[in-house]
Each structure stands twice: as structure tokens, then as C-alpha cells.
């Protein structure tokens, strides 16, 4: 699994990895403030923006991508940012593997709990988007419309929409197995995963993704982690309030 990538800056490395339905480019406006300290590589996860496509699709798949991507890259003891289902390939790789592997861990919006399956709205709404017949992106935004009134989530999805060099529309991720193995996104972390690296979690003051109790769980797999909240933000916290975003996550790894 080739993952595709860019990488800005120079300095400590800085690895950043992107929520289900996103891509590497969503964090491209945080990454050029990061990238005059650190050497900062934003990650397509598989099945997800111009990365490789592939019928596995789990936790432990994307948690081997980071290690091997790391490893391909002589990329040593970095730290990491993982936003909701990228947070929980962090959290996987950070249990999974030896501790000297990273230095920090950043965890924005999501906890080590099991989620049930919420994102089948979305998965029904994209899959009604006929990309045969599909016209343009004003159309595609016409049908999402039916099912999805938030404005600002249908740009987040249509950000995925590109022209084919043949001709039509595409996805750039793999709408089929997202619906086939969604409910692996929603998957806790394994009760004997742990790590004492330093933790910082983030969460939008809006969103109900991290609860006031989920702070024992935590504690429980990162004994040394820390929960900070953003007022005014919900899940999508980089989008939403970048700036205080950006201050804790600089205070934190600095």
C-alpha cells in the first residue's frame, strides 16, 4: 500500500491523518502554519483521497500503512495527528507497536470507544449520486441536498468529486467497501492496547463524540493524556475553529 502524500517544511517530523469521507487536503491550511517548525507529511488513508483503493479496510490495514509508510520514509519518532477515524488508526498504532515508533500523539475528536454505525445517511445519499448521468458538481450537490441539508457537509463530500480523464465523475474514495466494512470505522480499541506516550485530546465543545466519561476509558489506554475542548466547534474542530485548534496542538508538541 502506496499511501500518497505530500510533505511541507522542514524540521521534526509531524505526520497528519485525516477523518472517513476526507482527504489529505483538509488539513492542508493548519499544515502550512505547522510546516515553519516541522517537517509535515499529510496522509491519504486507503480507499481515500489518490491513495490505493483496496477490499481491506480496517484498523489494523491502516495502522501497518502508517508503520510501512514511516518506515519507506526513514521518518523517526514523530509526532502524530489523527482527526476521528484517522484518530483511531493513531490510537490503533500507538497500542499496536513499540512506543519509541512516535513522540507525541494529538487525538481530535473521537475516543477509544465503539461507535455505532452513524454515517448511513451519508453512505445512502452518496450512493443515490448517479455518476453516469452526472452533469456536474452543481447537480451532484442538488441530489446530496435531499438527504443532507447542512451546506457545509455536502462541500466537505464533494470535495471527492473529480472529472475523469475519460470522461464523467468519479469518487475519490471507495464508496463500496466504506458501506461494505463501515462498521469497522465505528470499532473500539482493543481493551489491552496501551501506551504512556504523551496524549492530547481534542474535542469540539458542540459535538458529542467525546463525553465527559469517556475520560476513564481514556485514561485507561493513555494514562498520559489530556483533554482539552474547543467552545463553538463540533467535529469538525480544524474546519471550525483552526486558530485555537492551532494553539493547543503548538503548546502541546512544542
Excluded: C
Amino acid at each position: 500500500m502506496q499511501l500518497n502524500y505530500k510533505v511541507l517544511g522542514e524540521g521534526k517530523p509531524l505526520i497528519i491523518m485525516h477523518g472517513i469521507f476526507g482527504l489529505m487536503d483538509n488539513w492542508m491550511g493548519l499544515s502550512k502554519v505547522l510546516s515553519q517548525n516541522y517537517t509535515v507529511y499529510l496522509l491519504d488513508l486507503r480507499n481515500h483521497g489518490r491513495s490505493p483503493h483496496s477490499d481491506e479496510f480496517d484498523y489494523e490495514a491502516m495502522s501497518q500503512d502508517l508503520r510501512k509508510f514511516m518506515e519507506e520514509h526513514a521518518i523517526e519518532n514523530p509526532h502524530i495527528i489523527g482527526h476521528s477515524m484517522g484518530g483511531k488508526v493513531a490510537m490503533y498504532f500507538a497500542g499496536r507497536f513499540q512506543p519509541e515508533l512516535f513522540d507525541k500523539m494529538v487525538i481530535v475528536d473521537i475516543a477509544p470507544k465503539y461507535y455505532p454505525v452513524h454515517h448511513r445517511s451519508i453512505l445512502d445519499a452518496l450512493q443515490s449520486v448517479d455518476l453516469q448521468s452526472l452533469q456536474s458538481r452543481t447537480q451532484a450537490d442538488e441530489v446530496l441536498a435531499r438527504s443532507i441539508p447542512e451546506m457545509d457537509v455536502r462541500q466537505f463530500l464533494l470535495k471527492n468529486l473529480y472529472r475523469k480523464d475519460e470522461g464523467g465523475f468519479g469518487w475519490r474514495f471507495n464508496l463500496n467497501i466504506l458501506n461494505q466494512e463501515i462498521e469497522n470505522v465505528g470499532e473500539g480499541l482493543p481493551e489491552h492496547f496501551y501506551s504512556e506516550r504523551p496524549f492530547l485530546f481534542i474535542r469540539g465543545g458542540l459535538s458529542h463524540y467525546i463525553k465527559d466519561g469517556d475520560m476513564d476509558l481514556i485514561l485507561k489506554h493513555f494514562p498520559n493524556a489530556r483533554l482539552e475542548t474547543v467552545a463553538g466547534a463540533g467535529h469538525w474542530v480544524h474546519a471550525e475553529k483552526p486558530e485555537e485548534l492551532l494553539t493547543l496542538v503548538q503548546d502541546f508538541i512544542r
